[in-house]
T-cell receptor, first 112, second 115 residues
Framework: KQEVTQIPAALSVPEGENLVLNCSFT??????LQWFRQDPGKGLTSLLL?????REQTSGRLNASLDKSSGRSTLYIAASQPGDSATYLC???????????FGRGTSLIVHP | EPEVTQTPSHQVTQMGQEVILRCVPI?????FYWYRQILGQKVEFLVS????????KSEIFDDQFSVERPDGSNFTLKIRSTKLEDSAMYFC?????????????FGPGTRLLVL
């Protein structure tokens, strides 16, 4: 059974800092891995999807890397802004049905 | 931009009552999903639905749960006899391709409270 761990659980930083959010997973036989953002009381928004054959994906100030063999992914946020404040969820998809397994998330606060 | 919508946003019910949570997926999507998130816990997969049938379900999705696509637009989750532990946020999601290739789009959720 896939287990997903995200470190740190919470992070509070001043605006402008570059951030690294870590995700590890136990079953490296994944098809893809997604990073989601969840705002309080809201649904999930997909940020990046990395296929198992890829090493990284970039979207604006976000860059996600994947090391499938070691069961790790990293989300890098450049020049953080207060609007980046949210919970970030890592979700690798494994098994025959490609259903994602979610971590508990990293709760990020970026203060002005 | 098209989005997934869910109704109601909040529902309070008594233990043992039936509830139906409703979702309107993005119109051209073919794959539909329900997830739940108990307060303070991880998001958990419940069920996926494609071509008018369940394609995958988790251990959580027992006989008390059912899903239906009653018409061309709605996708519903029914809980027949609610239990206290069913209190959670329920998210609907949809995608236009298999999620090995394409991300899912999530609705804002329905917060269910069972008393």
């Amino acid at each position: 059974k896939q287990e997903v761990t995200q470190i740190p659980a919470a992070l509070s930083v001043p605006e402008g800092e570059n951030l690294v959010l870590n995700c590890s997973f136990t079953d490296s036989a994944i098809y893809n891995l997604q990073w989601f953002r969840q705002d309080p009381g809201k649904g999930l928004t997909s940020l990046l999807l990395i296929q198992s054959s890829q090493r990284e994906q970039t979207s604006g100030r976000l860059n996600a890397s994947l090391d499938k063999s070691s069961g790790r992914s990293t989300l890098y946020i450049a020049a953080s802004q207060p609007g980046d404040s949210a919970t970030y969820l890592c979700a690798p998809a494994s098994g025959g049905s490609y259903i994602p397994t979610f971590g508990r998330g990293t709760s990020l606060i970026v203060h002005p | 931009e098209p989005e997934v919508t869910q109704t109601p946003s909040h529902q309070v019910t008594q233990m043992g009552q039936e509830v139906i949570l409703r979702c309107v997926p993005i119109s051209n999507h073919l794959y539909f999903y329900w997830y739940r998130q108990i307060l303070g816990q991880k998001v958990e997969f419940l069920v996926s639905f494609y071509n008018n049938e369940i394609s995958e379900k988790s251990e959580i999705f027992d006989d008390q749960f059912s899903v239906e696509r009653p018409d061309g637009s709605n996708f519903t989750l029914k809980i027949r006899s609610t239990k206290l532990e069913d209190s959670a946020m329920y998210f609907c999601a949809s995608s236009d391709m298999d999620i090995s290739q394409e991300t899912q789009y999530f609705g804002p959720g329905t917060r269910l409270l069972v008393l």
